[in-house]
């Protein structure tokens, strides 16, 4: 019996290895690839260098590429601590209190949601230009910002209603107000969901194409979804240093992943309520 249990967990433990394989197939070819050049890319018949080469991971030092990458760092993380902020104070006002004036506004997030943002690109141009926000960091970081706010509410909420009520009443008994309940118990145990309404604020922002290259045309002002079309020219492409740039690309990603993992897998609140 122990030889079959045994067998059935290596056996499941190959399905998930090559179906992670499978998965992540475009991404570990990218990555090879971002170890040859242009030429033996396109000449190469096998997905495995013959030779690794870090030429375009130093070319890439001869372009603005790095100024892109800052630029979508700082505007990610601008728009996610705007968002995320806003979020989290309507999502617990949404969890704890029901109201003609809260219920309105739920129903218009749902409509907010639905809207078209391409609808409102060029009147916010419009209105941004005057002000001197075009090429500037901040005219993207409000528009991610009210992107992100409906549905980063609404994941926010969705946390708040799963903390017991039970917890904040008996930290007013003990002589807290409402804000101090709230940012003494409620936030506290509120990691994980933060977490995930964090990443998924941020990977939009930094994934964004359209909205960032309508309000951000100069070079020193673009983001890297706009920046990276300079290795693709009109006659050429360099797929070598496109494949770099596009690793180099994943990192931040990957390194939020990482931070804020431990917060994710802690898994449902710790402690509970007497009853």
């Known amino acids: 019996m122990g030889t ?21 197939l475009p991404i570990i070819l990218m990555t090879l690839n971002s170890f040859q050049t242009t030429e033996q890319i ?13 030429t375009n991971y130093t070319s890439l030092g001869s372009t603005p590429f790095f100024t892109y990458l800052w630029n979508s760092v700082i505007i990610s993380l601008g728009s996610t601590v705007f968002s995320v902020t806003a979020a989290v104070l309507a999502g617990y006002a949404l969890s704890r209190y029901r109201n003609g004036l809260l219920t309105g506004y739920a129903t218009t997030l749902f409509a907010i949601q639905m809207f078209p943002i391409i609808l409102a690109l060029i009147p916010l141009f419009i209105l941004f230009r ?10 993207v970081i409000i528009v991610y910002g009210a992107v992100n706010l409906p549905f980063v509410t609404w994941m926010a909420r969705g946390y708040f209603d799963t903390i017991p009520r039970e917890l904040e009443e008996s930290a007013l008994i003990d002589g807290c107000g409402h804000i101090g309940a709230f940012v003494r118990i409620v936030l506290p145990l509120s990691g994980p969901g933060l977490a995930a309404v964090s990443i998924f604020a941020f990977l939009f ?9 309508v309000f951000l045309r100069k070079t020193e002002a673009m983001t890297l979804p706009v920046g990276v079309q300079m290795f693709i020219q009109q006659f050429a492409t360099d797929w070598g240093s496109l494949m770099a740039a ?27 309520v007497k009853g």
Do not use: D
């Open 205 to 213: 922002s930094y994934n964004e194409f359209f909205i960032a290259n």
């Open 4 to 24: 079959q249990v045994l067998w059935r967990r290596w056996r499941l433990t190959a399905i998930t290895l090559v179906i992670v394989l499978v998965v992540n």
């Open 246 to 272: 596009a690793t180099v690309t994943m990192l931040p990603t990957l390194i939020l992943f990482l931070f804020v993992q431990k917060f994710i897998t802690h898994g449902a609140i710790a402690g509970g």
């Open 42 to 54: 396109i000449t190469s018949t096998s997905i495995i260098p013959q030779s690794l080469s870090l």
């Open 130 to 139: 005057p002000l001197g926000l075009i090429n500037t960091p901040l005219s």
